[in-house]
């Protein structure tokens, strides 16, 4: 059985101390988000970060404020005006 997947968005893009590049994905709607951590180099080598992903279902966390699911959503909304899925970003 194969698992559903929700399309999300790239909304926050954070760069560490420790060469590593924290990515926030989020659904359309700003409730439900995932974070992914890359390394720099990784990410200069020919790891793309995209405009969208698709992302299980099961890998998703809930947003627990309002303000950040606004925040992310209103980011979505940005993204996909200027953005396809497929888009590097």
Do not use: H, K
């Amino acid at each position: 059985m194969t698992e559903s997947t929700v399309q999300c968005w790239l909304v926050e893009r954070e760069f560490g101390t420790r060469n590593i590049v924290t990515l926030v994905y989020a659904t359309p709607d700003g409730s439900r988000y995932q974070q992914r951590e890359r390394s720099s180099t990784a990410l200069q080598t020919g790891s793309q970060v995209t405009a969208a992903t698709a992302v299980p279902e099961s890998d998703l966390e809930p947003v627990e404020d309002e303000q950040t699911r606004e925040r992310y959503a209103t980011e979505v909304e940005r993204v996909t005006d200027q953005y396809e899925p497929d888009d590097p970003i």
